[in-house]
């Protein structure tokens, strides 16, 4: 009876993974598909093709962030760096960092020839603001100390396997005053998850997701709420 309780575990956590895999391939089939994360497709957008990216672009993330001329942004975890990108659709003369892991999609080389060109076209005229690759890990950014305005953390919070030691490195990087925008998912507790066939990411209440950052040295400065998980939290380096 053990060993047919023990086969049965298997073989429900094989089909679990296939059905997985089997999804994640139909979805990276889709040619107009408005899912936006941590892509390594190298993919483009637009509003015609993520409208409710776009949206949320235009009408949420630049009136919280407030961007400003001569800002140095950080970046984590961009992939193809599509939102900043569209961010510099409708903004000029920033600077952004594009930190990820992997940084295939984000060579100075694509960004020359070919994102530059494409979102420029969507905008009218040429693209002001400044890109630079750097590639870090899930606890580090390959970033100097105290230049950054601005950091972005925007779906990929859940992901760092040490999230304590990744905001401590944002507050190394931020200059006095300097912001955190995160945005995130959170829970009623504190859990690993593999929700929506994800990779997995650890995910925790919202009064933990707080203290934890306050804790390192930061004040949070507003809590934006969008249905029972979304947040968008703004932190100020203290």
């Known amino acids: 009876m053990k060993n ?13 993974l296939a059905s997985c895999n089997l999804l994640k391939k139909q979805l990276n089939n889709l040619k107009n598909t408005d899912k936006h994360g941590h892509s390594q497709n190298c993919i483009v957008i ?3 093709t993520h409208p409710s990216i776009w949206q949320l672009t235009k009408n949420t993330y630049l009136k919280i962030i407030d961007f400003k001329n001569k800002d ?27 930190e990820d892991i992997d940084t295939s999609c984000i060579t100075c080389e694509k960004i020359k020839n070919k994102y530059l060109p494409y979102y420029s076209v969507i ?18 950014i390959n970033v100097k100390n105290n230049v950054a305005d601005k950091v972005l953390i925007f779906n990929v919070y859940h992901h760092f396997s040490n999230d304590i030691a990744m905001v401590k490195e944002c507050k190394r990087i931020l200059k006095p005053k300097g912001k955190i925008f995160i945005d995130e998912a959170v829970m009623n507790s504190n859990k690993f998850s593999y929700k929506f066939c994800d990779y997995g990411g650890h995910y925790k ?34």
């Open 4 to 16: 047919l309780r023990f086969v049965l575990v298997i073989v429900f956590i094989l089909l679990s």
């Open 205 to 238: 209440s919202e009064n933990n997701f707080v203290k934890d950052i306050v804790d390192i040295g930061f004040k949070c400065d507003t809590i934006y709420r969008d249905g029972k998980y979304s947040r968008i939290f703004v932190f100020s380096k203290q």
């Open 46 to 48: 637009s509003e015609s």
């Open 72 to 98: 140095t942004v950080v970046s984590i975890g961009v992939g193809s760096g599509s939102q900043e990108f569209l961010f510099s659709i409708f903004t000029d003369s920033i600077t952004f960092y594009m």
């Open 123 to 140: 905008r009218g005229s040429n693209i002001t603001n400044s890109f630079i690759p750097a590639s870090g890990t899930d606890t580090t």
